[in-house]
């Protein structure tokens, strides 16, 4: 299974996906890409700003 597929599949299971996420699970470095990519191939994605506890920016996708 490619990245983009596990990607979408988390997407459409769980709802939505941080670089963290995708880089623990399915050892996805390049999510942006794998977003962009999914885009690319007529989903809608959304891109969430979030604050961790620690003040740490990150975003978190999801399907629109």
Do not use: C
């Not at 623990?24 to 961790?52: C, F, H, N």
Request: no cysteine; charged share 20%; glycine share 6%.
């Amino acid at each position: 299974m490619s990245q983009t597929s596990k990607i979408l599949n988390h997407l459409q299971k769980l709802g939505s996906i941080t670089f963290l996420e995708a880089w623990t699970l399915y050892s996805v470095r390049s999510l942006p890409r794998r977003i962009a990519d999914l885009k690319e191939l007529g989903y809608e994605i959304v891109g969430v700003m979030k604050t961790d506890i620690n003040g740490q920016r990150y975003m978190k996708y999801s399907l629109a």
